[in-house]
């Protein structure tokens, strides 16, 4: 009976960490890492993102290009917000643009936290898949490095966005009288503007 040759899937990761000062209103951050909607909003593309319900969202990654291929990851993710920190992870994740991929399996747990002195973070990333029929010819060690830098780009990605957006919305939200800034009135501004 002829071997068969086993197939390991292809791995690839990235981590990235945050430290950033913030100077002004700092005791006001715990409350405004509360305001979930406002807080991944700012944090991912707001036109990528779907609020299927309280704690949990859909959000389209940008589209890839791996060699000749595109493909386009659809993340569904899970916030809890407790004390001053947010945690967010994937719960699964569909990939469009492969075909039929069996073992595709995304990895995501980030967590971004508040003290006196600004906001702190690390995220990890993490993707295992099967090696696509069309770049069987391209090196293992080419596919993983290739896969690492795209990760890496998606974390720096959101990183920068904590240091722009997150940061001028948070101080949008602090200019805001406090009657607006309430959860639930986040909430309901933010389903008025999906409608």
Known sequence: MPCREMVMPLTFCASQRLDLPVKHLSEQLPEY????NRVI????DPRQLTRLGPGTYRYTVTSLQVFQLQVKPVVSLEIETEGGTMHMRALDCELEGLGIVDDFNLTLEARLSC????LSGDARLAVQVSQ???????PRRVLET?????????LLGIKTRVGQQLIADFKRWCREPPALNSPQQTAEKTAAMQS
């Not at 003290?115 to 600004?118: L, N």
Request: hydrophobic content about 35%; proline content about 7%; charged content about 20%.
């Open 33 to 36: 890492l509360q305001q979930e």
């Open 41 to 44: 909003g700012s944090l991912l």
């Open 115 to 118: 003290d006196s002195k600004g």
């Open 132 to 138: 696509p029929p069309l770049l069987r010819l391209i």
């Open 146 to 154: 290739t896969g690492e830098s795209i990760l890496s780009g998606i």
